[in-house]
């Protein structure tokens, strides 16, 4: 079944500790995104690919990093967590040939204590 | 960028009862879209919708691109449609991956 999947869907971790969060799909899509939100609020683009070897920094900046070196795989990397990093991280992708739509991932709760 | 606003912020219904979830947008799009977010944090898609009507069950949504609104009808609200829902719209031109732009979201309450 072609989907999209995070691990892992919640995290606790130290200050100072580096993180990867996965986040693959089995869609066959060349775009993906990664998107932030704190509770109760919108959602925010921080990284996007167009495709192999391609990352782009989205709208709202961020200190992790991302890196796209297979088409299905998308991790996102925090060299240091911090406790301000503490947000849920959303993963998604869409097929440009039909049309923009994203599918999203379960998503990511990160807590930086 | 674009702006999106929706409306009503907060929303609390009796089961059964019948609802409007609307989207402004201050510009042109070609992709707009519904979804709901469960308690669990999972954004589920329910419309991809830049312009027209589309139905699906109990839900359905208009948006009328000219005059840059969407609304979004749920019909016999069930205390399972709880939760918050989100518009989205983006503008893509020749080939750009640039992602969504998601309004604050409608938080609705069904109570049994």
């Known amino acids: 079944e072609a989907d999209i999947y995070q691990t892992p869907r919640y995290l606790v971790i130290g200050t100072g500790k580096k993180i990867t969060l996965e986040c693959s799909q089995t869609?066959?899509?060349?775009?993906m995104y990664w998107y932030q939100q704190d509770p109760g609020m919108e959602l925010h683009l921080i990284h996007y690919?167009?495709?192999?070897?391609?990352?782009e920094k989205g709208d709202l900046s961020s200190e992790s990093t991302v890196s796209r070196i297979r088409t299905e795989h998308f991790p996102l990397t925090l060299e240091s967590a911090r406790p301000s990093h503490t947000s849920q991280y959303l993963c998604a992708s869409s097929d440009p040939g039909k049309t923009h739509e994203q599918y999203f991932g379960p998503g990511t709760r990160l807590t930086v204590t | 960028g674009i702006q999106v606003e929706q409306s009503p912020p907060d929303l609390i219904l009796q089961e059964g009862a019948n609802s409007t979830l609307r989207c402004n947008f201050s510009d042109s799009v070609n992709n707009l879209q519904w979804f709901h977010q469960n308690p669990w944090g999972q954004l589920i898609n329910l419309f991809y919708i830049p312009s027209g009507t589309k139905q699906n069950g109990r839900l359905s949504a208009t948006t009328v691109a000219t005059e840059r609104y969407s609304l979004l009808y749920i019909s016999s609200s069930q205390t399972t449609d709880s939760g918050v829902y989100f518009c989205?719209?983006?503008?893509?031109?020749?080939?750009?991956?640039?992602?969504?732009?998601f309004g604050k979201g409608t938080h609705l309450i069904i109570q049994p």
């Open positions: 989205a719209v983006a503008l893509y031109s020749g080939g750009g991956a640039d992602g969504l732009t």
């Open positions: 690919s167009y495709g192999v070897n391609s990352t």
């Open positions: 869609m066959g899509h060349d775009k």
